[in-house]
């Protein structure tokens, strides 16, 4: 028996959730210097949409199965669809190592004060990849920089203002905020960090 071949929808859909997926990794060369490599969420839902997509057209399956892998399409596509739109402005690498001493490429919004640049993260963050004070690599715009994170905390105006000054640089962050998916305000767990240009001859 000749297997039903995909129906127009299928086709459509999986053609979304392979571009989707490539999309993450083809949205971090908008930036220079070492490609950026994805991972956690994004990796993970890329990978997750490829399946689908396999999956959406492969012949004879029953179509319950296709209504799961449509149930099963945003768990995918929300962290894909969040990498693509986080990565779409300047984005900076800090080079870091997590809390089990491995090497981590944090990559974040950054704003410019008259003081220094600024970087914003949650406070659970900060703390596990050991930023207050450590002398780590900066890459921006193509370029790689010494820098010393000064973690603001307690100093919740400053907190505030550079935060606000994030959303208003970047309209993803204002898109997303209007649905739910970046915070417009600074949250209690919200922390700030001034990147400081390392003591002269450091590496």
């Known amino acids: 028996m000749t297997a039903k071949r995909p129906s127009t929808f299928h086709i459509v859909f999986t053609v979304v959730l392979i571009t989707a997926g490539l999309a993450v990794f083809a949205v971090r060369l908008l930036h220079p210097g070492p490609y950026a ?37 945003p768990v995918a596509l929300f962290p894909v669809i969040y990498s693509i739109m986080g990565e779409s402005e300047e984005v900076i690498s800090l080079y870091a190592t997590d809390s089990q001493d491995q090497p981590t490429d944090l990559r974040l919004w950054i704003v410019d004060r008259e003081d220094s640049a600024w970087v914003g993260m949650p406070r659970s963050k900060a703390v596990e990849h050991a930023l207050d004070g450590a002398q780590l690599q900066m890459l921006r715009a193509g370029q790689l920089v010494c820098v010393v994170p000064r973690l603001y905390d307690e100093d919740r105006e400053t907190v505030r203002t550079i935060h606000a000054m994030k959303v208003e640089k970047y309209s993803v962050a204002q898109i997303a905020g209007v649905i739910g998916m970046y915070p417009l305000e600074a949250t209690e767990s919200t922390v700030v960090l001034r990147l400081d240009n390392c003591p002269e001859g450091s590496a």
Do not use: D
């Open 37 to 73: 490599m994805p991972h956690g969420g994004a990796l993970y839902g890329a990978l997750g949409s490829f399946m689908l997509a396999g999956l959406m057209l492969f012949p004879g399956k029953p179509r319950f199965l296709t209504w799961i892998l449509l149930i099963l399409s």
